[in-house]
Nanobody
Framework: QVQLVESGGGLVQPGGSLRLSCAAS????????MGWYRQAPGKQRELVAA???????NYADSVKGRFTISRGNARNTVYLQMNSLQPEDTAVYYC??????????????WGQGTQVTVSS
């Protein structure tokens, strides 16, 4: 019933930028926390960034100063602006959403994932 759909992934050179978006459909409520996880080959899935409806934000240390998470004007949307991308950022990025307003996530709802590849 509830579906999260990510977009904006792709191939970018080191130092480049991408903007990921996530939009929810099939719901009649608003998520109180939304965020982004990523999983690189051979590594565990990790929380990249999260934001609550109240504006609390959490970033992984590896992306602080480079990535910016924000909520959209539309209901149940979230964005991830990724600047100064590095090869180590290569991963599948997953949108995550939940009812509890916590920036630690993990929410109960997941997107299908979008591939981000940083390579020359």
């Amino acid at each position: 019933q509830v579906q999260l759909v990510e977009s904006g992934g792709g191939l970018v050179q080191p130092g480049g930028s991408l903007r990921l978006s996530c939009a929810a459909s099939g719901i009649i409520f608003s998520f109180n926390a939304m965020g982004w996880y990523r999983q690189a080959p051979g590594k565990q899935r990790e929380l990249v960034a999260a934001i609550t409806s109240g504006g609390s934000i959490n970033y992984a240390d590896s992306v602080k100063g480079r990535f910016t998470i924000s909520r959209g004007n539309a209901r149940n949307t979230v964005y991830l602006q990724m600047n100064s991308l590095q090869p180590e950022d290569t991963a599948v990025y997953y949108c995550n959403a939940g009812i509890i307003p916590s920036v630690t996530m993990v929410g109960a709802y997941w997107g299908q994932g979008t591939q981000v590849t940083v390579s020359s």
